[in-house]
């Protein structure tokens, strides 16, 4: 976890190197709990070994790593104190010489730590306080912490599918248990093996996508026969769901290497859809279509759950650049849309600036309504509740010329 707290890294690929070590699957999956659980939880498990640390700013990152985690098996996996306990004051013992005294504090500290010695409520306290006030300002109190805290919980396995009852027979026939998720071609699912270990991925049936996600797709309406513009396409998992629905999709993306990556995501899954890319600060050489999707970059602030280091490192300051960079690429998609269309903006975030304030902002820039006669919206927010991401939707409707 230093190479994310100290070395500035993401945490899926630096665990990812590190899973590489373990065999068992049991311990891969505790590693990978811990990680995520100490770092979604950090600002709770810090509030509660301050009162029982001196200085704990002047502690090796080692240390300060050991106590965090071993109060986070200790409060939140309820780990046997006698197991906890002992585990982290070894890894600590077997650090640098010079840090190994440091063990009988580690020892101390972790014994007198609590269940009530955790802030409550629990949303509130995870997050910094700057962060949570833009929570409460875009959904109100209660929904902020419900948003909060659902983000401290483990993500399930979630799958798409085009087919859901095809995909289910088979990952049943792998020994996967299998539950409809709450979107329509969502699946909550428990493997035994690694997703891509599966047949059921490696031929297209299913597709890791978190049931928002699939929600945002779904936002787009009936899309069979029609053509769609994909845009910020990333990796195309959006854009195989909507061709997979029977649009023509062209997936509209600056980053080459996503736009590969999207590729040969559409050939696993057996779909095709063209692929341009492009800085949609500007508008693409593309016909208006009568679908236009934006899922623009953003905070990621609705998906703490997977990204919980974004929690450490984003700034008001970050968000204000993202919401200018988004109210660029919305003014992009609406010049992309033909007469009767409708506009999806979507961002992975709960932040009003990066939602209904960008929308709001461009129904009121005045020529840009009188050009596109945008008359019309539907808007809402997913709150990161049961495994869920957290997600601003808007739909933009086009008046029809005539």
């Not at 890294?9 to 049991?26: S, V």
């Not at 905070?299 to 200018?324: D, F, N």
Request: charged share 25%.
């Amino acid at each position: 976890m230093s190479d994310v707290t100290l070395g500035g890294r993401y945490l899926a690929p630096a665990l990812d190197a590190a899973l590489r070590e373990l065999e068992a699957r049991e311990s891969r999956a505790f590693v990978t709990d811990l990680c995520y659980g100490t770092l979604r939880h950090e600002r709770l498990l810090n509030s509660a070994l301050a009162p029982r640390l001196s200085a704990p700013e002047k502690l090796p990152e080692r240390v300060r790593l050991a106590l965090l985690a071993g109060a986070y098996e200790l409060l939140v996996r309820g780990t046997p104190a006698h197991a906890a306990v002992h585990a982290w004051v070894e890894v600590v013992k077997r650090g640098p010489s010079r840090q190994r005294g440091l063990a009988k504090l580690v020892n101390a500290v972790l014994r007198r730590l609590r269940p009530e010695d955790l802030p409550s409520p629990p949303g509130e306290g995870s997050l910094p306080p700057w962060l949570f006030e833009r929570f409460v300002a875009a959904l109100g109190p209660a929904a902020a912490e419900r948003a909060a805290a659902g983000m401290l919980r483990p993500e399930p396995l979630w799958l798409s599918a085009s087919d859901p009852e095809p995909a289910t027979e088979r990952l049943r026939a792998e020994a996967v248990e299998v539950h409809p998720g709450p979107v329509s071609g969502s699946l909550r699912v428990r493997s035994p093996k690694p997703l891509r270990d599966l047949e059921a991925y490696r031929t297209g049936l299913v597709q890791p996508q978190n049931p928002s996600s699939l929600a945002v797709v779904h936002a787009c309406g009936e899309v069979a026969g029609l053509r769609v513009l994909d845009l910020c396409g990333g990796n195309g998992v959006k854009a195989a769901a909507l061709a997979a629905a029977g649009a023509h999709v062209t997936s509209v993306e600056r980053d080459a290497g996503k736009l590969r990556a999207a590729a040969r995501n559409a050939e696993r899954l057996g779909v095709e859809f063209e692929r341009l890319q492009w800085d949609l600060t500007t508008a693409p050489p593309l016909d208006p279509a009568p679908v236009v999707l934006l899922d623009a970059p953003c905070s990621g602030t609705g998906t703490l759950r997977t990204h919980p280091e974004i929690a450490r490192r984003l700034t008001p300051a970050a968000v204000a650049r993202l919401a200018e960079l988004q109210a660029q690429l919305l003014r992009t998609a609406a010049a992309c849309l033909a007469p009767g269309g409708r506009l999806v903006y979507a961002v992975c975030a709960l932040t009003r600036e990066e939602g209904p304030d960008n929308v709001a902002a461009l129904l009121a820039r005045e020529p840009l309504a009188r050009e596109h006669t945008l008359v019309a919206r539907r808007e809402r927010f997913l709150l990161p509740e049961d495994g869920l991401d957290g997600f601003y939707v808007a739909t933009i409707e086009r008046a029809s010329v005539g």
